[in-house]
């Protein structure tokens, strides 16, 4: 079982028709995820996922049929503001944002607004909730993971893929994968994320994929030493980065000192978080 | 992308923010005739982002038109921190009574815009956005509904600051703000904010770092501003929809996803490499993007070696692969290229690559060991 989402949680695709929408709405369909509906301006009325799902115009033409509890997007940059509001004022409360390329400004609104609605985001620039051999909000292969009890939380979604698919190698499977995506400003923090791991009741150690940038893994360090009552692991990259690029992601950036990998080694260790910056010692971290 | 002073300086006047008399020029000749309109004496300063360009020599006081030419030259011809300096800002020179430093940045951790100000010594401004500072005053701006005069207000008691130019404060910290959001700023700063000795507020020297994902929206007023840090590859780059920053070392990368690009570099770095590069193809990969990855990393002089590693899931190895051969068709390349692919379909992409002339590696630390042996010579 997996946190935040179930095999019941039904489940609206907003940007259905597009290239990386229709794409994904299929492998989410196949692994079983209840797909009710999907949005595309101008196109409802239509049918997709071999004529089983119906298309609507607008999130409250689909909300009036479905009443699903989640919305997946796959809107691209430019429209995804609105497509974010369009989903805080539609009535589901869980709101997933594959689209990399959100402005700041608007994904901080969005926070605030959807935070006013009760309505959790999950991303922007996500891999979304994965809970292998059950149920997939977002774009994990199907098969590089195997069920098991680690909960994984990650800024980067392909990062998490490979090393799930490590961990796969030596048996250690995973609860739930949650990309919490790479930019500056995220809808769920990894403090928030560690928060909804221990109250999981299938979920006994979590792995943080963290990397360069902000100082968000040393708040989840604090937490995790002060608050959570399950162990927590850390696999961090980016300790070759240089200063002041930005590495791939909107938020992987050491300015002033901030942000570095050594800095964010220390502060987990403190905090009796398991740390390691080497990809082929994952295993060791999870075990004992 | 970070905006030079000059630029800032540009917006602040646009914003009504009040900066010094000043005009930028790459011309050393152009000093003297500057200086003689703004008034004498003036500051020569180098436009380059680095931290600590007074230090390194780039910022100079003038007192004559001719020496204002002469330090325009010498400064034109440096390289600070290994950065050409190819203009120069020419202000008028300002003695100051009191200096505050503001800064309106993203807090990460509650997702909103902040504004802080200090009121004493000099702050690297980055260290001070990441809101490390918790003695740096500060107020929260709810982006739903933007600044608010209280805010400032509340900020300017807590510090002293004095009631005469309250008014100046609010109209400055206002600009700023509109300035962030029209613009979709990461960060907007003024160091220093000074009060000067013949009673001015004025903003002597300005940060700005916009949000490369809002570019979209402002691509028009954008034009001016070439990103000084960008070089020729990674222009081309971006056009190929590619993450391309370049690195000082030998060992060329293709990777995909941002995150398995840098543990990639990380693993070279551990192992005694140097990457010549970062690149993550993205998730749009195609047979046009790969031909274009190999392309640049092929033409790089410093590459020694060039390593692949792609996960296979969202993007295809196959499709990488199709581009692999397309670019070894393409280019003929002399310098050894290692394979790794992991994930759904790294069967079938091995199997399209059997017959190119290329190193298919099952692991991906023996990959990458194999390639750091090579850059060395050690083969």
Same mark, same amino acid.
């Given at each position: ?70 919305? =997946? ?45 009760? %309505? ?152 009796? %978080? ?15 | ?78 390289? =600070? ?299």
């Amino acid at each position: 079982m997996s946190i935040l989402i179930n095999n019941t949680t039904r489940v609206i695709v907003q940007g259905i028709t597009g290239r990386e929408g229709s794409f994904h709405a299929e492998r989410m369909f196949e692994m079983g995820t209840q797909i009710v509906a999907g949005v595309s301006p101008g196109k409802g009325g239509s049918w997709v996922l071999g004529e089983k799902v119906p298309v609507f115009d607008t999130m409250q033409g689909a909300m009036e049929v479905t009443e699903a509890d989640a919305s =997946i997007l796959f809107v691209p940059a430019r429209q995804s503001t609105d497509a974010l509001f369009e989903a805080a004022d539609s009535g589901v409360n869980l709101v997933v944002c594959i689209t990399e390329g959100v402005p700041l400004l608007d994904i901080s609104k969005v926070c605030k607004y959807m935070e006013s609605k009760n %309505v959790r985001l999950i991303g922007p620039n996500c891999s979304g909730i994965f809970n292998p051999g059950g149920v997939n909000l977002g774009v994990a292969p199907a098969d590089c993971a195997i069920p098991g009890n680690i909960g994984v939380i990650s800024r980067s979604g392909t990062l998490s893929f490979y090393v799930m698919n490590e961990m796969k190698k030596i048996g250690l499977g995973v609860s739930t994968c949650l990309g919490i995506g790479g930019d500056l400003i995220q809808g769920t923090s990894f403090t928030e994320a560690l928060e909804l791991f221990d109250m999981d009741p299938y979920t006994e150690r979590v792995l943080m994929i963290g990397e360069i940038g902000g100082l968000e893994e040393e708040r989840a360090a604090k937490y995790a030493a002060y608050k959570m009552s399950k162990p927590v692991s850390a696999f961090l990259v980016g300790s070759s980065a240089p200063t002041g690029r930005k590495m791939g992601h909107s938020g992987a950036f050491i300015e002033g000192g901030i942000g570095t990998v050594q800095a964010k080694v220390e502060a987990l260790e403190v905090s009796g %978080v398991r740390v390691t910056t080497h990809i082929d010692c994952i295993g060791e971290i999870l075990k004992g | 992308m970070k905006l030079l002073e000059y630029q800032s300086k540009k917006l602040f006047r646009q914003y009504g923010i009040p900066v010094p008399t000043g005009q930028v020029t790459s011309i050393a000749r152009d000093a003297k005739h500057i200086s003689e309109e703004i008034g004498l004496p003036v500051v020569v300063k180098a436009q380059v982002l680095v931290e600590g360009r007074g230090a390194a020599g780039g910022i100079r006081l003038v007192r004559t038109p001719e020496e204002a030419e002469v330090q325009a030259a010498e400064i034109l011809s440096l390289r =600070i921190h290994g950065l050409p300096v190819r203009k120069v800002q020419i202000d008028e020179a300002i003695s100051i009574e009191k200096e505050y430093f503001i800064v309106i940045t993203f807090d990460r951790s509650k997702k909103q815009p902040l504004l802080m100000m200090y009121d004493s010594g000099t702050i690297y401004i980055e260290t001070a956005a990441n809101a490390l500072f918790d003695h740096l005053e500060r107020v929260y701006i709810d982006p739903l509904i933007g600044l608010q005069r209280y805010q400032i207000r509340q900020l300017a008691y807590r510090l002293d600051f004095p009631n005469k130019f309250l008014r100046s404060l609010g109209e400055i910290c206002f600009g700023m703000w509109r300035l962030f959001s029209d613009l979709d700023a990461r960060m907007v700063a003024i160091n220093p904010l000074a009060i000067t000795n013949d009673q001015r507020l004025l903003a002597l020297d300005g940060k700005i770092t916009l949000d490369s994902n809002a570019d979209f929206r402002h691509t028009s007023q954008l034009d001016f501003l070439d990103d000084p840090l960008l070089n020729a590859a990674e222009i081309e780059a971006h056009k190929h929809g590619l993450e391309y920053i370049k690195l000082p070392g030998n060992i060329s990368c293709m990777v995909n996803g941002a995150g398995l690009t840098m543990a990639t570099l990380d693993m070279i770095a551990d192992e005694g490499g140097s990457p010549a590069n970062f690149l993550d193809l993205g998730s749009g990969v195609n047979n046009e993007s790969v031909n274009a990855a190999m392309k640049i990393l092929l033409t790089d002089p410093d590459t020694k070696v060039v390593i692949i590693n792609i996960f296979g899931g969202i993007i295809r190895c196959g499709d990488v692969a199709a581009g692999v051969q397309r670019a070894m068709q393409n280019y003929n390349p002399q310098i050894p290229i290692l394979i790794h692919f992991d994930g759904s379909d790294a069967e079938t992409g091995y199997a399209m690559l059997r017959e190119s002339r290329v190193m298919l590696m099952s692991s991906l630390s023996e990959a990458i060991k194999r390639a750091v042996e090579i850059a060395s010579g050690n083969v």
